[in-house]
């Protein structure tokens, strides 16, 4: 299907895969029983395992086993925010770059709000076919917004009813990666322009470069062998802005996690390891003062 059958948007199917995976571990972190759907639908990635059962090597396997609960975990760290954050009063929720995200159908929301998912109109488009084909009902009030994040998707948003005097909780998973570094301060600017006092932002940096020992690991390897995704092609390659700091200037509090302070938390997930792919991964969140 058109948006997510090569580039960026096959590691959508890829992250979705992934979370199939963890949905039918015994010791799943987080459960999304929509994923093996959209992985299923699209021929690039219809043969791709959805259970534990059918990775070859099991969790050995570097992008099924490591990076496959990776990406569970950080969607178990990531759920818990924006519960945290619409629980704390956040009334809108914006997914920067929603992918195959399945949030807005797979939470128990309270009453009255929003969720505003942004991506490209194919990445949606296949969204929507294989949601409508499982005839999926949102749990909360749902606005899909198709445009590119490098572009002026502020006035989208705008236009879809987003209000910027209402807290909000925006996330950015899986994204800033893959944008270049002018496109992520334009987007760190924005959320800070339309974020009313109570809003939070959750987002994943890579915070260097990565060295040409790490660059041949596993991970990036079994990527590219197994499914044809070249992560590190992906990645744009500038130098990264620091968006935390960013924030910091702009009255905004953070924390800044490693993803392996979550695998010591939860019991489960990847640990580091000698010329790690994850170890430059941080996890970002920040809050704006006010009410």
Same mark, same amino acid.
């Given at each position: 299907?058109?948006?997510?059958?090569?580039?960026?948007?096959?590691?959508?199917?890829?992250?979705?895969?992934?979370?199939?995976?963890?949905?039918?571990?015994?010791?799943?972190?987080?459960?999304?029983?929509?994923?093996?759907?959209?992985?299923?639908?699209?021929?690039?990635?219809?043969?791709?395992?959805?259970?534990?059962?059918?990775?070859?090597?099991?969790?050995?396997?570097?992008?099924?086993?490591?990076?496959?609960?990776?990406?569970?975990?950080?969607?178990?760290?990531?759920?818990?925010?924006?519960?945290?954050?619409?629980?704390?009063?956040?009334?809108?929720?914006?997914?920067?770059?929603?992918?195959?995200?399945?949030?807005?159908?797979?939470?128990?929301?309270?009453?009255?709000?929003?969720?505003?998912?942004?991506?490209?109109?194919?990445?949606?488009?296949?969204?929507?076919?294989?949601? $409508?084909? =499982? #005839?999926?009902?949102?749990?909360?009030? %749902?606005?899909?917004? *198709?445009?590119? @994040? &490098? /572009?002026?998707?502020?006035?989208?948003?705008?236009?879809?009813?987003?209000?910027?005097?209402?807290?909000?909780?925006?996330?950015?998973?899986?994204?800033?990666?893959?944008?270049?570094?002018?496109?992520?301060?334009?987007?760190?600017?924005?959320?800070?322009?339309?974020?009313?006092?109570?809003?939070?932002?959750?987002?994943?940096?890579?915070?260097?470069?990565?060295?040409?020992?790490?660059?041949?690991?596993?991970?990036?390897?079994?990527?590219?062998?197994?499914?044809?995704? $070249?992560? =590190? #092609?992906?990645?744009?390659?500038?130098? %990264?802005?620091?968006? *935390?700091?960013? @924030? &910091? /200037?702009?009255?905004?509090?953070?924390?800044?996690?490693?993803?392996?302070?979550?695998?010591?938390?939860?019991?489960?997930?990847?640990?580091?390891?000698?010329?790690?792919?994850?170890?430059?991964?941080?996890?970002?969140?920040?809050?704006?003062?006010?009410?």
């Amino acid at each position: 299907m058109p948006g997510v059958e090569g580039g960026v948007g096959l590691t959508a199917l890829m992250v979705a895969a992934a979370r199939a995976i963890e949905t039918h571990r015994p010791d799943a972190l987080a459960a999304d029983t929509y994923a093996e759907h959209f992985v299923r639908a699209a021929e690039a990635s219809a043969a791709w395992p959805v259970r534990p059962a059918q990775v070859p090597g099991g969790d050995a396997n570097p992008l099924w086993g490591r990076l496959g609960r990776y990406f569970g975990l950080r969607t178990r760290v990531l759920d818990d925010f924006l519960v945290r954050s619409v629980h704390a009063g956040a009334r809108q929720v914006v997914l920067l770059g929603a992918g195959l995200d399945t949030r807005a159908f797979r939470f128990g929301w309270p009453p009255d709000r929003v969720v505003y998912e942004i991506d490209r109109d194919g990445v949606l488009t296949f969204k929507h076919h294989v949601l $409508d084909d =499982l #005839a999926a009902v949102p749990a909360t009030t %749902r606005r899909p917004i *198709a445009t590119d @994040l &490098r /572009e002026d998707w502020a006035r989208s948003l705008l236009n879809a009813g987003f209000d910027p005097a209402v807290p909000t909780a925006w996330l950015a998973e899986g994204l800033l990666l893959y944008l270049p570094s002018a496109a992520e301060r334009r987007l760190i600017d924005t959320v800070d322009r339309l974020s009313a006092g109570g809003s939070t932002l959750g987002f994943e940096v890579k915070l260097w470069a990565e060295s040409p020992q790490v660059r041949a690991s596993p991970v990036y390897v079994a990527t590219r062998q197994q499914i044809g995704v $070249d992560l =590190l #092609a992906l990645f744009d390659g500038e130098p %990264r802005p620091d968006s *935390a700091g960013r @924030l &910091r /200037e702009l009255g905004w509090s953070t924390a800044i996690h490693t993803p392996f302070d979550f695998t010591r938390r939860h019991g489960h997930g990847p640990l580091p390891e000698p010329n790690d792919a994850l170890a430059s991964n941080r996890w970002v969140f920040a809050d704006k003062p006010g009410a």
